[in-house]
Structures are given as structure tokens and as C-alpha cells.
């Protein structure tokens, strides 16, 4: 796990090494064990190449970067793991290669050297890399499927081209400081939406979307954003497979969640994990102990002692169940006003909840206790339909199969649970019926649309931002009857809406603490499998989430959990913390009249605390305003 930054610029080299000596600074956290430059000339221009690594494989020298190839012809930086660099090693010795490390960055290099493109589907694991051919004068940026590790890039100027793994350290760089993006500025704070498309809160820095890649011939390069043409490098298919019964399939869904439990594993230091006392957290643990059975198993667990949202008793469950050694993070609302404004400045951008901090809080603990690696349950509810608002998708595939007799039937089942009931039933069936152009008008309907009465949406309008709800893919040919496997390859491949600003805040929060937090849900194989099967499969016809993966974990994680209808999800006492900070909050808040799209007389403390509760808009004002202040 590293931070990789690169430059390419027609200015003064003493400039461009300035530059680039505070962008590497800026990402120490990224990588304290080492760092490495390497400079291009190409014909009167520099091309830079820097990285700061976090050693997880191969401790030695000998795993430095930027790296070379044996012949000198290309030179890659790289941050991520591949885990089945040793299979893959294996291979290209039987193809003639010879290796002179045992890093999975050398493995990397020449997978691509033999296999250009067709590499990327072979790589398991988390990834952003550059490679820079100096014979074609080429740089190659790739990053991997689900977008777990981050790479962002763009242009200042006309005169520099620039890339690397975090937007501060890009910042550096970038000639105007304060030059926001109103538009995702108000999908955030009116819609709760971000980190979707390849725009970010700042202008002139993009993303490279999740499963792309792009290529640049660097001396034809003429310092245009027309020159950047990110291709998609996964799509995978949703045709159903009709040929596995439930319980066949439970078994190859067990076997390859332990194979992938099994490669994550690989570590040079040690390995730790995050435990929530939900199934999918609980099964990474539980199938780290099967796997493992002598290793000692360090978990961290946030717990909201002595609210709802106490989950200790289920992690003590999964603790007991497999011995692990616990480490319980206990959060004040003292403890987020001390800490926002540095973990604001890890995450770059403004951010969701509170509950990101619980998470950053965890990290920090690992940190504390020597772990390294983390394993962690993220990417689950996204392959299984694990959410509360997949069985609405479920719904619109029976409604294309016109199997209304299964519609009731499952409607009927699934209001039976647990915070369910007819009513939302009946509200699930309206919305799966809607059609999508009504979606807006919808909104305003039930109460979601309007933007908050403090956002001046005529200075917004005037500066040509869209006060329509961010769109979504519209819906896709081999979707017709896989309506929610099709909504899953969008959440898990599309433009975001959800798990890419889940993975952007565990990586920023666990590289903080240069800690490397693994994803062992997300591999493609996983969801090449998992979107293929019924849908059925996923969601029960009873109405249980995650149907097949409940099956496929009897008997490696306790029933109890298996069985559990209560399941809260990673939050925090959001409003209490927030009450509790209402002086400090004041303060954060004085930025509002800096910001011309906003209405300071609204956008103070006493008309955000006149109700009982904050609600979402005002908690992402506060975030949003401290931003622009760091």
C-alpha cells in the first residue's frame, strides 16, 4: 500500500520538483517506510514519477519504487496488493520470465509487460497504478474494478499533467487553491450524493472512474482535457445461469469466499480485522480463524455504548466464537470536535456522517496495537442485496416477468419482518412501480427534493448547476427481468451512489494511520458469480437479504448471527454528538458568508438546532463549511 504521484510539465523543472516535493510530503501517511523519484526527459519537457510505499510484501530494498523493468524500457509506481501474485509469478516463470524480488509490484510489472490489457482481469486484488513506457513514450494509468484504491488526475494550466492518490497532495500542485465544484457541492448538500461520475469538489481534479484505464502518448500530448479519454476496462454480465440449484451454488459461493479470505490473508505484517457484529464482518472473521487456526486474531469494534446502537453483544459473540483478542473503541462527542479537522483533511473531501469517524477511530486503534493489515466486511450489502432498499429491484423484476401472483406473495412475506410492515410494503410496490422520468416529481411528493432553505439556488442556477437529482444509468437491455442484479452492477461498476464514497472513506481513514484495510468481498470473480445467479438466490422469496450467503456461512459463522433480523448498520449517535458541540459547531459554520451560493442569516446555529433533531442536510452544511475553512 503506497501513494504515487506523477508529473509531466512544460514549466521549470525547479518549479515542477518543488512541486512535487510537497505533494510526496503531503502523502507520507500513504507511505513512511520509503520513498523514490525517478525523471524522464522527453524532448524539452520533464515527466516525474514519485512514491511513498507502506511495506506489506517483500520488506527488503528490494521492493522499492518506481520500479524498472530488467530491460529499462518501463517504469511503474504502483499502490495496492496482488493477491495472487505468487500464482501469477508461477506463471510467467513457465513463460520464461525471471523475477529478482518476491513483491507482487514486480509481479505487476511483468504480468503487464507479457499480457498488456489483458492483465487486468487476471490481477486479484486493489489497485492504482502508472507505467510509463520510455521507448513509445507512453504512460498507462489503471485502476481496479470496484475503484477501492483511488487515483485522480488533471490539468493546470495547459502546462502540467498531473495524477496521484489523494486530492490534498494534488492540491499542492494545482496553481488555484480555493477553486470549488458548485455542482457536487449541492448534489451534497441537497441530495446526499457524491464521489459519483469523475468530478470531485474541486475543479481541475478528476477521478478515474472505477474499472478504467487510460493511455497517453506523452510527446504527443498537448495539455488538453480532450487528450484524456478513460476507457472501461470491466462490465461484467447479468445473463442468468440456470444451471446451479440453491444449494450447489451456496457451496461454490463458500468455497470461493474462503479462497478469498485465504489470499487476503498474505501479509509480510500483521493482519487484523474489523468487526461490526454484523454477518458480513463476522464472517471475514470467522472464516480468518477456519483458515488459520493458530494465528492470533486482533478485532476492533466501534461500540455506541449505552445508545440503540450497541452492537457489543453480537461482537462479543463472534469474539468468544473464534477467541479472538477484542479491542473495543468507546467515542465521545469531545473526542469528533477534536479530531474533525484532521480526519476532514484525510478524507479530502467533505463526507456523509459521523459514522465515519467511528471508523477512523478503529484504524486508529489498529494502529495503536501494531496491525498493519485489516480485513473488513465492506462491499458485501452491495453484492448480496443486503440493504433495505434492494427487494424494491426485486419487485420490478417480477413486475417485468409479470409474475404478479409473486409480487403479493412476496410482498405479503416480506412486511412479516422486523421494522417492516404492510404499509412499507405497499410503499415499496408504489416506488417499483413508478416510472423513472416520475422519479423527480416523486421526490417532491414524499418530502426528499426540496434543497435546503439556506442555498441560494438561483446563484447556483445562474453558474449553470443542475438542481435536478444526480442521474443514474437508465436501464440496460440484458436487465429486462434482472432488475436487481442489474441496480447491483451499477452500485458495484457505474458512476457511484454509495459504495464508492464508502471505499474513498476507508481508504483515507485506514491510510491516515498507514494501515492497509482489505475488501475480501470485492474480487471479480465474486461478482461474476454472485450476478449471474437468480435473483432469488440473493433475495428470498420469504424476503431475507443476503439469502445464499446466510446458506453458504452454516457452520462457519455462529447461527445466531446467521439468524439475526436486527441488524442496525455502522452508525453513530450522530444528534447527541452534534448537540453536544453546538459552540464549536458555531464557529465551523462562520465560513457560510465566503461562500456565495449559501445564505449566511440561515446558515447559523440557532435555525439548524431550532428542531429536536439535525437532520442529514444540516450535519453535510456543517462538514461542507469546515472543509472550505481547511
Known sequence: MCGIVGLYSITDENILNNKLSEALKSLHHRGPDDQGEKRFQINNNVFKLGHKRLSIIDLS?????????????????????????????????????????????????????????????????????????????????????????????????????????????????????????YQRAYDYLTWNQYDHGSSTFYKGISQLPRGHYLTINLEKFSFKETDIRPIRWWWPSIKERRDLKFNDAAEQLRELFLKNIR???????????????????????????????????????????????????????????????????????????????????????PFMSTSIYAQYRVFKAAKEEGIIVTLDGQGADELLAGYSGFPNYYVKSLIDNQNYASIFSF????????????????????????????????????????????????????????LQFP?????????????????????????????????????????????????????????????????????????ETKHIFRAAMKDIVPDSILNRKDKIGFKTPQNQWLNQNKNIIRTWLSSAKDLPFLDESKCDIESLYNQENINRSAWNLINYCRWTQL
Open 471 to 543: 442521474k443514474k444509468s437508465k436501464k440496460t437491455i440484458d436487465g429486462k427481468g434482472r432488475r436487481l442484479v442489474e441496480h447491483l452492477r451499477e452500485i458495484l461498476t457505474g458512476d457511484g451512489f454509495g459504495l464508492s464514497a464508502l471505499l474513498r472513506h476507508a481508504d483515507r481513514n485506514s491510510m491516515h494511520w498507514s494501515i492497509e484495510s482489505r475488501v475480501p468481498f470485492l474480487t471479480i470473480e465474486m461478482a461474476e458469480f454472485l450476478l449471474r445467479l437468480p435473483e432469488s438466490y440473493l433475495i428470498s422469496k420469504d424476503g
Open 61 to 181: 530494498q528490494a521492493g522499492k519504487q518506481p520500479m524498472q523493468s530488467q530491460n529499462g524500457r518501463f517504469t511503474i509506481i504502483f499502490n495496492g496488493e496482488i493477491y495472487n501474485y505468487r500464482e501469477l509469478r508461477t506463471e510467467l516463470e513457465l513463460l520464461g520470465h525471471k523475477f529478482i524480488t518476491n513483491s507482487d509490484t514486480e509481479v505487476l510489472l511483468v504480468a503487464w509487460v507479457q499480457w498488456q490489457f489483458e492483465s487486468l482481469n487476471r490481477f486479484e486484488g486493489m489497485f492504482s497504478f502508472a507505467i510509463f513506457d520510455n521507448k513509445k513514450k507512453e504512460l498507462f494509468l489503471a485502476r481496479d474494478a470496484f475503484g477501492i484504491k483511488p487515483l485522480f488526475f488533471g490539468i493546470d494550466n495547459e502546462e502540467t499533467l498531473f495524477f496521484g492518490s489523494e486530492i490534498p497532495a494534488l492540491v499542492k500542485i494545482i496553481s488555484k487553491k480555493n477553486n470549488f465544484n
Open 263 to 349: 489470499l487476503h490473508l498474505r501479509s509480510d505484517v500483521p493482519v487484523g480485522a474489523a468487526l461490526s457484529g454484523g454477518l458480513d464482518s463476522s464472517a471475514v472473521v470467522c472464516a480468518m480463524r477456519i483458515l488459520e487456526p493458530d494465528m492470533p486474531i486482533h478485532t476492533f469494534s466501534y461500540i455506541a455504548k449505552g445508545t440503540e446502537l450497541d452492537e457489543e453483544k453480537w461482537v462479543d459473540m463472534v469474539n468468544n466464537h473464534v477467541n479472538a483478542i477484542p479491542h473495543k473503541i468507546i467515542v465521545n462527542p469531545e473526542d469528533l470536535s477534536q479530531d474533525l479537522d484532521e480526519m476532514i483533511i484525510a478524507q479530502g473531501e
Open 411 to 466: 410482498l405479503n412475506s416480506w412486511s412479516k419482518w422486523p421494522n417492516r410492515g404492510k404499509k412499507k410494503s405497499l410503499l415499496m410496490l408504489g416506488a417499483a412501480l413508478t416510472p423513472d422520468y416520475l422519479s423527480t416529481f416523486a421526490r417532491k411528493i414524499i418530502g426528499q427534493n426540496p434543497a435546503p432553505n439556506w442555498i441560494n439556488k438561483e446563484w447556483l442556477k445562474n453558474k449553470g448547476v443542475s
